[in-house]
């Protein structure tokens, strides 16, 4: 069973950056490939970003290019997500979400996904 855990979520004005943590309670975490969804009040969950089990691939919804980096430490088990310039249109509630893949599997779809944590706020004032 896998256990991932957000932190890092907070209150912060538009322009402002945050970074998510969130750290996974497994053996083997080069296995797993990790992304990073929202959820914002009233509407689905979306994708955000993605990097694969080996942490060589990425990939990050359009909406966020350039502002938002994915990265992860295997000595930590840590799963990052630096958030840069960031916008009211920003605000939601952040899950990190696990799957076993392949290294060549970079996963953008909520369905694609075994794992998930608790979630962390994340509000953007203007």
């Known amino acids: 069973q896998v256990q991932l855990v957000e932190s890092g979520g907070g209150l912060v004005q538009a322009g402002g950056s945050l970074r998510l943590s969130c750290t996974a309670s497994v053996r083997s975490f080069s296995r797993y490939g990790m992304g990073w969804f929202r959820q914002a009040p009233g509407k689905e969950r979306e994708f955000v970003a993605v990097i694969n089990s080996l942490g060589g691939s990425t990939s990050l919804t359009d909406s966020v290019k350039g502002r938002f980096t994915i990265s992860r430490d295997f000595a930590k088990n840590t799963l990052y997500l630096q958030m840069s310039s960031l916008k009211p249109e920003d605000t939601a509630v952040y899950y990190c979400?696990?799957?076993?893949?392949?290294?060549?599997?970079?996963?953008?779809?909520?369905?694609?996904?075994?794992?998930w944590g608790q979630g962390t706020r994340v509000t953007v004032s203007s």
């Open positions: 979400a696990a799957r076993l893949s392949e290294p060549w599997v970079v996963a953008r779809s909520r369905g694609e996904y075994d794992y």
